[in-house]
């Protein structure tokens, strides 16, 4: 089974459904690149009109796999940007793509979870969602959805949230503009397909050229070279013997010796 599933319907909506529910959907290269290979897929689609992100299972994304990252930063600095500009480049895709997405969010979103959320344009979370910008407690960044998670929450909430990678609820994820709206569980689906069906009331065109419009003032609209930036001090981070020690706490279930 694929660890990124895509559904498109005849009313061409898309349901994109991260899927390693037994890891809590935490990324790993083979879901990245499954995020990419399914953005082009649909992109690549005539009479594509919206994307729905959700988590299979009991989270919607746990962040990365941090056995996976371990692996990862004994690599060497050129396979750490490697990993790190595909990781961005997944989520910055994911936030210019050219029809309305929509996340569908319930108990676990952390980390890289987080930046997804910020990059689509509707969140929804079930009140059972826990949220939390995790990376520093393993001595990493979150250089590459930084922009995102700005446009969604401020930098001000971010200086906060960001720093302290202390966990949050669904109510403060919407106190602070990570998500739209807060709805019981069992009603996460219906809301979903309320929200897809006000989307599909209105113009495809108009809504791409006023999401492109929105972006071009926005943190999450940078350029190139900002992206390459990102990358760089995303990859380079990974290698430190600060995100050594992260990674060797979590590892071993102990507290990080900084």
């Not at 690149?33 to 649909?42: R, V």
């Not at 692996?71 to 210019?96: H, M, P």
């Not at 930098?155 to 807060?182: C, K, M, N, W």
Request: hydrophobic share 50%.
């Amino acid at each position: 089974m694929p660890v990124v599933v895509t559904d498109l319907d005849s009313r061409g909506v898309a349901n994109v459904t991260l899927n390693r529910p037994d890891a809590g959907n935490a990324y790993d290269s083979e879901m990245i690149e499954g995020l990419l290979a399914a953005m082009d897929e649909l992109v690549a689609k005539p009479g594509l009109r919206v994307v729905v992100l959700e988590g299979n299972g009991r989270h919607f994304q746990a962040g990365a796999d941090l056995k996976w990252v371990r692996r990862v930063a004994a690599e060497s600095l050129e396979e750490n940007v490697r990993v790190s500009r595909a990781t961005g480049e997944a989520v910055d895709r994911l936030n210019r793509l050219p029809v309305p997405t929509v996340a569908l969010v319930q108990c676990g979103c952390f980390g890289g979870g987080t930046g997804m959320v910020a990059a689509c344009d509707v969140a929804i979370a079930a009140d059972n969602a826990i949220f939390s910008i995790s990376e520093v407690r393993w001595g990493l960044t979150a250089a590459i959805i930084i922009p995102q998670l700005s446009d969604a929450i401020s930098a001000r909430q971010l200086r906060r949230y960001a720093l302290t990678g202390e966990r949050f609820d669904a109510v403060e994820a919407r106190r602070i503009g990570l998500v739209h709206q807060v709805v019981p569980a069992g009603e996460l689906q219906a809301a979903g397909a309320a929200m897809v069906a006000q989307l599909l009331q209105n113009g495809p065109q108009a809504m791409a050229e006023t999401k492109a419009a929105i972006l071009e003032s926005s943190w999450g609209g940078f350029d190139a070279a900002t992206l390459e930036a990102l990358v760089a001090s995303h990859g380079a981070k990974r290698r430190t013997p600060e995100a050594a020690e992260g990674l060797a706490s979590f590892a071993e279930k102990r507290a990080a010796h900084w």
